[in-house]
């Protein structure tokens, strides 16, 4: 947290009630990482007795760069969202902003049937599991890491559209694990690979978006 020193903080808390802990998590997750240009730099979930899920993100306010944390403990029964940045004002409108969405998207997604749910919480996984990609890839991860990413995001995205029309993304995803099958895995992908692999991340994204507005 070095790099933050020098910076405003701000945070905002939001206690919730009904919805289980870790869709919160991936609903805040969701709020934050839905938009452009914002990239996971750290995640840590826990879950023993009681689930506690951290994630900090990189992102830019006005072409400033800023870091978003966001927090969600079961114990406390609260989501806080804590942003660093330069200017204090923006940082609170951002965050009032994502905290606002996050509220909406608990909302609704308590007015779901049970399946719907389930649809949207697989979807919200998937979603994570792109943005892992990508900061594994930055980190240069072993490819065995991005494989199982990969394999499970594409699972939860065939659960989520289960009965709908085929998916586009369900496609791409087999053919890029039949594509890095043959590779080392415990070594990082070869840069160019690694590079079209993290561009095809970011349309997944859209597009698993785009499934998880269609409930939300």
């Known amino acids: 947290m070095n790099e933050l020193e020098g910076n405003v903080k701000v945070s905002r808390t939001h206690e919730y009630e009904k919805t289980d802990p870790v869709t919160v998590f991936k609903l805040a997750w969701y709020a934050i990482a839905s938009k452009p240009g914002v990239l996971l730099a750290d995640h840590s979930e826990a879950e023993s007795q009681s689930f506690k899920g951290e994630a900090m993100f990189t992102a830019k306010i006005d072409q400033k760069p800023i870091k978003i944390k966001v927090d969600v403990d079961e114990e406390q029964g609260s989501v806080e ?27 609704k997604y308590l007015s779901l049937a049970d399946e719907e749910k389930q649809k949207i919480r697989r979807a919200l996984i998937a979603k994570t599991c792109w943005d892992r990609i990508i900061h594994k890839i930055l980190n240069k991860a072993p490819l065995s890491d991005i494989y199982f990413q990969l394999a499970h995001g594409r699972e939860m995205m065939i659960k989520a559209t289960e009965g709908d029309e085929l998916n586009p993304i369900t496609l791409t995803t087999s053919g890029w694990l039949s594509r890095i099958e043959p590779l080392p895995k415990d070594e990082a992908p070869p840069a160019g690979l690694a590079t079209e692999l993290a561009k095809k991340c970011i349309e997944w994204k859209r597009g698993t978006q785009e499934v998880i507005q269609n409930f939300l």
């Open 81 to 107: 969202m804590t942003g660093w940045g330069e200017d204090e004002v923006a940082l609170g409108t951002y965050l009032d902003g994502a905290m606002d969405a996050l509220k909406k998207s608990s909302d």
